[in-house]
């Protein structure tokens, strides 16, 4: 293919005649537009847009072994059974849960309902990756398109698209975005300009794996120096299945049930515009993020607990930092009790 001459012909016809000039355009200069322009148009095409029909009834074949290797150690683990695996398995399921998806993900990332230093930031949305729900720009993108679009056309995860949809399915399905850190900025801008969480969000896998393999070392040596090798091997492969993979799955299934159960199932104090509900059962496993329709009815509110008998342990997380002067600027909704309404109403 022989190169393209474009002549420039913009002389004005009072001025001295000049020669025209020309600018050689190159093959490779025309095939590298036509790819970027072609990359452009597939980005517009993709876009952000979630929800079941946007998903093309594919399964994500990563996702899919990896959540499915988790359940069978999570079965294995109950082979394993003692009580400083249960204690182990419990403290790595506050941090991860609690500490990292309720406060930090959700309500200090997506929501920006408190405000903490940054190390404080940094360290509890470590806390978040061991969730094993992605990285925190992954995370909190998807939350935020749930909230515009909620119980409507491009929820991520709303039960009018199934049950199984809303609670697993859509993990499993569909395009995996976990790397897609232009396109997540879109709705996580604040993230996708910080280094710190867009480490965390490349390398959300680190942390995991390195408390996974300090549950091995703990299991190795409580087995006691006197035990045979093969005894010290089983405490450490017992305290991994009980520290990372059962407890992983617990974790996974109690977060997804926010999004499933408390959209079908409880009370509502706020009249929203979606199915949102206040499920007691979810609050419990969760640590308060069952109280769902309060969240959704007053997104930014740190607390979601809004009556006495409303517990609410991812609250007392940051009332605690506030009382060591590690949070500040904690937002709490106010609503009549009498008439309730969603803020902004």
Not at 117 to 128: D, L, N, R, S
Not at 207 to 229: C, E, K, N, R, Y
Not at 285 to 313: C, K, M, Q
Request: proline share 4%; aromatic share 12%.
């Amino acid at each position: 293919m022989s190169p393209v001459l474009i002549e420039d012909s913009t002389a004005e016809a009072a001025l001295p005649a000049s020669p025209a000039t020309t600018k050689v355009i190159t093959p490779a200069e025309i095939e590298a537009a036509r790819k970027l322009a072609a990359e452009v148009a597939l980005k517009v095409k993709q876009d952000l847009r979630m929800g079941r029909e946007h998903q093309e009834d594919r399964v994500n074949w990563i996702t899919a072994i990896f959540m499915g290797l988790f359940h069978v150690g999570a079965i294995a683990a109950l082979f394993f059974f003692s009580w400083t695996n249960l204690a182990v398995a419990l403290i790595t399921y506050f941090f991860a849960i609690n500490v990292g998806i309720g406060m930090a993900y959700h309500r200090l990332l997506t929501h920006r309902g408190y405000k903490t230093p940054k190390w404080v930031e940094y360290f509890i949305t470590a806390c978040g990756t061991m969730a094993l729900e992605g990285g925190p720009i992954f995370w909190v993108a998807t939350h935020r398109v749930h909230h515009q679009n909620s119980d409507h056309e491009g929820d991520p995860h709303t039960p009018r698209d199934g049950t199984w949809w809303a609670h697993a399915g859509w993990i499993i399905s569909g395009r995996a975005l976990h790397s897609e850190t232009a396109l997540l900025g879109r709705y996580a801008p604040d993230l996708t300009r910080d280094k710190g969480h867009v480490w965390l969000s490349k390398f959300h896998w680190v942390p995991i794996t390195v408390v996974g393999i300090l549950q091995i070392a703990l299991g190795f040596a409580l087995a006691g120096s006197h035990a045979t090798l093969g005894h010290r091997l089983m405490g450490g492969l017992g305290m991994l299945l009980w520290g990372t993979f059962l407890r992983t799955v617990i974790g996974l299934h109690a977060t997804w049930l926010v999004n499933s159960a408390t959209h079908m199932f409880g009370s509502r104090r706020f009249e929203t515009k979606d199915d949102s509900r206040n499920s007691w059962w979810v609050a419990m496993l969760t640590g308060g993020e069952g109280w769902h329709n309060n969240h959704h009815a007053h997104p930014v509110s740190a607390r979601h607990g809004l009556a006495w008998y409303e517990f609410d342990l991812n609250y007392c997380g940051i009332w605690l930092l506030g009382k060591l002067g590690l949070a500040e600027k904690i937002q709490i909704a106010k609503f009549d009790p009498a008439d309730p309404k969603p803020a902004g109403m």
